[in-house]
């Protein structure tokens, strides 16, 4: 450059510098901008920003990224968080069963789940619909209400027929995700990553059982009404525009407790258990009871089967 | 710096008009404030804004974005006689063809985007640096293809209308593979929207075997439909006074 100044530029070398230079303004604003963006954000911005998808994180990322999001979650609802990871166990395969002829239409597991699972009360999504049916017609989800309001249930004439996630083997949902912020878990279990989750709800499109919910806006709870203790894949609070769904209560099956609809279930019309176990209460109903699974010509193979006990 | 001038010539035609095209302007820009405003206030409260709930998740948006994909077949109609059968009266057509499908793509583009609940993520659908769920995802594809057609659409006409600007005859052997590979993409484009309403079993009135061809067939009615309306226009517009 310097040489160049003692010489006179011919006018093909002032024009090629005059080309470096406002490449270099544009590149040095470019990164200017970009860089004064992220900066402006707070580091936990940042990160939650360029976090990588969860399976490509390695075991110490996992670990500081759910020390993040408790911090960003005590932040936000007050009280310690605990964000847990734990991995599915060996031999283990979830599988539900729901008594038909038991269910009542109560929906304590609805608020149950919402409870435990941290769903947003405003506006209020549940992972639990029960629909109820007329004994005439059977189950029949063209006549099927799910905002039946009587002022007592059961009503006469009519049975009830909760439907959440069917946690499908051949899961549609996991199939479309253009970008695989869900998968099926070893033991079964279809989750979402709600900090990988773009939005598009191509997965509600192709939820053959409308499990899956969208936070159409920033989800609002209480935080008195808040549970502390979530699992990444689970239950922890989710951001506006992600979509979200049932897990089997993933934070505390995998410590070996129920799902809390199940635990709730004033008539016991709700049975869990592991597949793979012979001696589990889910292997006694299918291989006793008459059993079905919901929409079986789609072939989505659901580890949630309906039966009528009695 | 030929390119420069290219630019600069372009906007310099761009800007010129009389008191009928900068009103024109002016309202398509009050129209995209409008939109941009709209935008701001779904991006601040979600998506709720849009009156979708859960049963109905794919809305306005979802259905401009199939009409427009519809409307970019537009360009492949009229490339096939001008391009592969030299057909010379319809290569100016061809043109505002190609214009109207690059335009066609960027709005299919931007209401997948004005779709998305979290805009902010849209560079995890960038394979490799991101986690493209290529090839089990219909939508993936789509992505690919729709992008392809775009940048392919963009570069014919980009070079087409250069050549025209700097008075040079363009050459064969540059604009005819591009042509060539922009054509099947143009039925991709239609034929990969269709699958990914058409491969979900979970909704029975998509999941129908002929909605593919049915795409195609009406986007090669849309496209040139809305070029017949807009030379319509041309003409009245352009025309010498006497002749209008």
Redesign the interface.
């Known amino acids: 450059m310097k040489e160049q100044a003692l010489t006179i530029p011919t006018e093909k070398e002032r024009?090629r510098n005059r080309a470096l230079t406002r490449r270099r303004f544009l590149r040095s604003t470019v990164v200017a901008a970009a860089g004064g963006v992220l900066a402006s954000c707070s580091p936990s911005v940042r990160e939650s920003?360029f976090q990588q998808?969860l399976k490509?994180l390695t075991e110490e990322d996992k670990k500081r990224t759910y020390a993040r999001l408790a911090e960003e979650y005590g932040n936000r609802y007050g009280g310690k968080f605990t964000v847990g990871g734990e991995p599915a166990k060996e031999g283990v395969l979830f599988a539900y069963a729901l008594d038909l002829s038991r269910c009542v239409g109560c929906r304590r597991c609805v608020y149950a789940c919402v409870k435990e699972n941290n769903q947003s009360r405003d506006?209020a999504i549940h992972w639990i619909t029960v629909l109820q049916m007329e004994k005439e017609k059977g189950v029949d989800l063209s006549h099927a209400d799910a905002y039946y309001n009587p002022k007592a249930v059961p009503e006469d004439g009519h049975f009830y027929m909760p439907v959440q996630c069917q946690q499908c083997r051949r899961p549609?949902c996991v199939?479309?995700?253009?970008?695989?912020?869900t998968w099926q878990e070893p033991d079964g279990i279809v989750v979402v990553d709600y900090n990988?989750?773009?939005?598009?709800?191509?997965c509600?499109?192709?939820?053959?059982y409308?499990a899956?919910?969208?936070?159409?806006?920033?989800p609002e709870i209480p935080n008195e009404q808040i549970n502390h203790d979530t699992h990444y894949l689970g239950n922890r609070p989710r951001?506006?525009?992600?979509?979200e769904k049932c897990t089997f209560c993933i934070q505390r099956v995998r410590k070996g407790k129920y799902p809390a609809c199940v635990e709730i279930c004033p008539v016991g019309a709700r049975k869990f258990g592991n597949l793979l176990d012979p001696e589990s209460e889910v292997r006694y109903v299918i291989e006793n009871k008459r059993v079905f699974i919901l929409k079986e010509e789609?072939?989505?193979q659901p580890k949630f089967y309906y039966f009528y006990g009695v | 710096?030929l390119y420069w001038r290219f630019f600069l010539g372009s906007v310099r035609i761009w800007l010129k008009g009389g008191k009928g095209y900068y009103s024109w302007l002016a309202f398509l820009g009050a129209c995209i404030l409008i939109g941009v405003l709209g935008y701001i206030e779904q991006l601040h409260?979600?998506?709720?804004r849009t009156h979708?709930?859960?049963?109905v998740?794919?809305g306005f948006y979802i259905g401009n974005f199939t009409f427009l994909v519809g409307v970019a077949a537009a360009a492949v109609v009229l490339v096939i006689p001008a391009y592969i059968y030299n057909w010379k009266p319809i290569k100016e057509i061809a043109i505002i063809g190609e214009l109207l499908a690059v335009s066609a793509v960027v709005m299919c583009l931007l209401f997948?985007a004005a779709?998305?609940?979290?805009?902010?993520?849209?560079w995890?659908?960038i394979p490799i640096i991101?986690?493209?769920?290529f090839p089990?995802?219909?939508?993936?594809w789509d992505?690919l293809v729709l992008n392809g057609y775009g940048a392919l659409n963009f570069v014919i006409v980009t070079y087409m209308i250069y050549t025209a600007f700097v008075r040079k005859e363009y050459s064969k052997s540059f604009v005819t593979p591009l042509i060539l590979i922009s054509i099947p993409f143009a039925v991709s484009i239609h034929t990969v929207t269709a699958f990914?309403?058409n491969?979900?079993?979970?909704?029975p009135f998509w999941n129908s075997a002929i909605l593919a061809p049915r795409f195609l067939t009406s986007a090669f009615c849309s496209g040139p439909a809305i070029i017949l309306v807009l030379l319509q226009l041309l003409k009245k517009l352009h025309a010498p006074r006497d002749q209008r």
Not at chain 1, 204 to 208: G, I, R, T, Y
Request: include cysteine; aromatic fraction near 10%; charged fraction near 20%.
């Open positions: 024009r920003f998808h490509e506006p549609q199939e479309v995700c253009p970008v695989g912020a990988w989750c773009i939005g598009c709800r191509y509600m499109a192709a939820c053959p409308g899956r919910h969208f936070n159409w806006s920033r951001y506006k525009g992600v979509v789609i072939n989505t | 710096m409260g979600g998506l709720i979708m709930r859960d049963p998740s794919w997948v779709d998305l609940g979290r805009p902010d993520r849209a995890h659908l991101g986690h493209l769920n089990s995802s219909l939508l993936a992505v990914v309403y491969g979900l079993p979970a909704r």
